[in-house]
């Protein structure tokens, strides 16, 4: 007897396709919205277009510990949706299949997917968050060579300004110069021209040039005439400033990987501070984790509508209590990393309140004849909506005329 029977391939098929569509359909929207901000700030900052997609990169991790979770269920949900409105899940459960043993294979995705998670959130979404923060500094900081900006005045090392009004080829090459050089006699050189490009020197990597073209020099010095140099081609010498090198991993509790977590939390020589910290963030990663265990009874749960109804409630409500329970989780987290509540109460206390929750759901609709999840609340929308439609055709209709009789 194979594993996999007919009916559990076919669920497969049912489940994969919109779990994918879902998963990339919430990781793009993520992304989309985190683009606009690091676009806005990359140009602030005067930075190359480049690095916003670095930053995007390492934030994927972090916006697949939601993602992740959310195609799963709504994949399962979809799968057996289908299945009801179908009448194919009533062909299943009158040959005598249960909705657990229906829920096999859902169940092998959701370990897959599990394993998946636990790896994203224990190391490899710390590791992507450093690189992050690096990025991020390196970015202010001009490493990136992002500390001339268009249209500003920019200083360096005290003694030089310098100005561009455009910038071409992701800052190659620099359009409308001015720079004010002073060295310490007194002696100011006013310097314009109409390009310029910078030039690395092999022996010299901490000074650059800027080979300016088309200009002219101002000297004034102190008790002199000033002078006008007119050039074709002029190289100004800069030197860089130097950068701090970004500080070692592990300045936030979610930079740290999961053992190291671990081994802080429990660690009577940390800091009270950093000890709380890191058992919230430990807590916080295992329950985003664990939580997906109970996903695929939750799609089931609200993925069947009630009799002759193709409502879709179901998907509303678990898009809303899975986005819901994660603001929960990340609420907690904050807070117990602040010391305000105990870890395990903050972030294990809600996990309970919705498991129980979940295996209610669950049991109402697997083991209690014709029971509904959520059937309150499809009475509810259904009684509004009708309401809603019976305004409609009244204002349709327009006013009640009065009759011949009432006119007399």
């Known amino acids: 007897m194979n594993f996999l029977s007919a009916i559990d391939r076919y669920i497969f098929r049912l489940v994969l ?55 799963l269920m709504v994949g399962i949900l979809l799968a057996f949706r289908k299945l009801a409105t179908s ?3 009533d062909v299943m459960r009158a040959v005598g299949l249960s909705y657990t043993r229906m829920l096999r294979v859902p169940y092998l995705i959701t370990l897959v997917l599990v394993g998946l998670n636990f790896a994203n959130v224990g190391y490899l979404q710390p590791l992507a968050r450093y690189a992050y923060e690096e990025l991020n500094y390196e970015l202010k900081s001009g490493a990136l060579g992002a500390s001339i900006k268009v249209g500003e005045f920019t200083s360096l090392k005290d003694r030089i300004a310098l100005r561009i009004d455009e910038s071409r080829d992701n800052g190659r090459r620099l359009m409308g110069i001015f720079a004010r050089v002073a060295n310490s006699k007194g002696q100011v ?21 800027l080979r300016l073209e088309q200009g002219q020099i101002i000297q004034d010095e102190p008790g002199q005439k000033s002078r006008v140099l007119t050039f074709t081609r002029h190289d100004l010498p800069i030197e860089l400033p130097q950068v701090e090198k970004f500080r070692q991993r592990g300045g936030a509790a979610r930079e740290y990987l999961l053992p190291e977590l671990m081994k802080l939390g429990w660690n009577d020589q940390m800091p009270e501070q950093g000890r709380v910290s890191s058992q ?19 799609a089931v749960a609200l993925a069947i509508p009630p009799k002759r109804s193709t409502s879709a409630l179901g998907l509303f409500v678990s898009i809303v209590m899975i986005v819901a329970y994660h603001k929960v ?9 602040l010391g305000r509540i105990n870890p395990v109460l903050g972030l294990w206390g809600p996990f309970a309140v919705f498991s129980l929750l979940i295996l209610w759901m669950y049991w109402r609709v697997a083991y209690v004849p014709g029971g509904q999840a959520i059937g309150w609340l499809e009475k509810a929308v259904d009684v509004v909506a009708k309401r809603f439609k019976s305004l409609l055709r009244r204002n349709r209709r327009g006013p009640i005329l009065p009759t011949p009789v009432d006119q007399t």
């Open 87 to 89: 009448s194919e899940l």
């Open 329 to 337: 989780n990340q609420y907690a987290n904050d807070v117990a990393s």
């Open 280 to 298: 919230a963030n430990f807590s916080y990663r295992l329950v985003e984790v664990v939580m997906m265990l109970l996903l695929p009874l939750l």
């Open 17 to 71: 396709m919109p779990m994918l569509a879902i998963f990339l359909l919430a990781a793009s929207l993520l992304v989309l919205d985190k683009m606009l901000r690091l676009f806005d700030f990359v140009a602030t900052e005067g930075g190359p277009v480049g690095v916003v997609f670095k930053m995007l990169a390492n934030m994927l991790p972090e916006y697949a510990s939601l993602a992740i979770p959310l195609g």
């Open 189 to 209: 050189l006013s310097i314009s021209a109409r390009e310029g490009r910078f030039l690395a020197l092999r022996g010299s990597p901490d000074t650059i040039i």
